[in-house]
């Protein structure tokens, strides 16, 4: 089991800038990848940018350029700078961490609670 706790949301004017944070406990070994996801009224959840074990990473068009997605493995904490925000950009933010148990295989995925962002025009 792993338990994400996701911090840093708020109420921001555009061209304004957040930072997300998400603290990872319990089996953080077994995390391989670590990401955050957002969802907007009416729409899907989309992954806006993702960071692995090893570094690499991954964003969704649409912020890249603007959002930085970093980690501190000692920590077991992952990060999301967003800068230039739009309003497009408001909605819930959700942290996600895929899990691997590596003798067998099986894989799994746990997200937090969510946290609100809002850029007001």
């Known amino acids: 089991q792993v338990q994400l706790v996701e911090s840093g949301g708020g109420l921001v004017q555009a061209g304004g800038s957040l930072r997300l944070s998400c603290a990872a406990s319990?089996?953080?070994?077994?995390?391989?990848?670590m990401g955050w996801y957002r969802q907007a009224p009416g729409k899907q959840r989309e992954l806006v940018a993702a960071i692995t074990r090893g570094g690499s990473t991954n964003y969704a068009d649409s912020v890249k350029g603007r959002f930085t997605i970093s980690g501190d493995n000692a920590k077991n904490t992952v990060y999301l700078q967003m800068n230039s925000l739009k309003p497009e950009d408001t909605a819930v933010y959700y942290c996600n961490a895929e899990t691997i148990v590596v003798l067998t295989g099986y894989e799994n995925d746990y997200w937090g609670q969510g946290t609100q962002v809002t850029v007001s025009s």
């Open positions: 319990g089996s953080v070994f077994s995390i391989k990848t």
